[in-house]
């Protein structure tokens, strides 16, 4: 009597040991999955172990701890992170409840809102930087026809310049973590508002009790998740004020550019291993809140 093996069960063999046979599905899978992995090993996985490996040695940390400059950026990074992600969530949450107000003036605005998230960041900051030029930038031409003064040094102070390239951060990022909370709003039921605008609640009980705790989980998730993009944000700075003036307002994510280019790329691969102890709680916060 002959036995028919059906795809994807084991199937006896000549010697009587099992021998699992892959359904069609199964094969296609792994034929997918394959061109993935390779990606993954070789662009990420080799990359990530070649700079673990060769940021071993202790003595790369003793020269790196020893730069005022990896200092400078430490509390760079820190402004940049705890300012910057307070800022532009706090305008994120004012301005999606703007924005979430059904009138068509207001949802043509948000088309020009989206504009700076959409375009591309490296002829934007350079524009941007151009427009900042303390000599014959845009900006500073304004402020002299308008009050007949001089204006700042844009770039040319640390603070300033740092200030100037959270603001760019805000600036671009801002609309994506609008446009998020805008979601959150429009998935609460529209009767507890009513019901809340005829027992008399005002606008700001309304979303203390009802706005608030509905968005609490998705700000906070979405506070976390910009974090770790912050963290890695190059852009920002670097097309800005290329860590100057005087390596002055570099980050951790611009640093290690610095290092390379002085030809230390022990130094700049131990300024990434620096970085993750303030990168590897955020993804472990974030994959625990989105577990559940």
Known sequence: MSTVALPGVEAATADGGPRRRLSPWQAWGLALLAPYVAVFLVFV??????????ARH??????????PVFAGSVVNTLIFVVVGINLKMAAALFLSGFFVT??????????????PWAVPSIPTILSIRFML???????????????????????NDRWIALSMAMLVHIWK??????????????????????????????????????????????????????????????????LLTG???????????????????????????????????????????????LSR
């Open 133 to 155: 030029n303390p000599e014959w930038g845009v900006v500073n031409q304004v402020i002299f026809r308008l009050t007949g003064a001089d204006g700042p040094n844009w770039l």
């Open 173 to 238: 990022s801002l609309p994506f973590w609008t446009m998020i909370l805008i979601a959150g709003r429009l998935a609460i039921p529209g009767e507890l508002y009513e019901a809340a605008s005829v027992d008399g609640a005002s606008v700001w009980q309304r979303f203390r009790f009802i706005t608030w705790p509905s968005l609490s989980t998705l700000y906070l998730t979405s506070a976390i998740l910009s974090m770790i993009w912050t963290l890695g944000d190059f852009n920002s700075v670097y």
């Open 102 to 115: 059904a009138r068509p003036w207001i949802r043509w605005l948000s088309v020009l809102f989206i504009l």
């Open 58 to 67: 202790p003595q790369s940390y003793v020269q790196l701890f020893a730069d």
């Open 243 to 289: 860590g100057g003036p005087a390596d002055l307002t570099h980050v951790l994510a611009t640093l290690g550019i610095r290092y390379l280019r002085l030809d230390q790329v022990d130094l700049a691969m131990a300024t990434i291993v620096c970085a993750l102890p303030l990168v590897l709680p955020l993804v472990y916060f974030m994959m625990k809140r």
């Open 45 to 54: 996985l080799y990359p990530v172990g070649y700079g673990l490996w060769l």
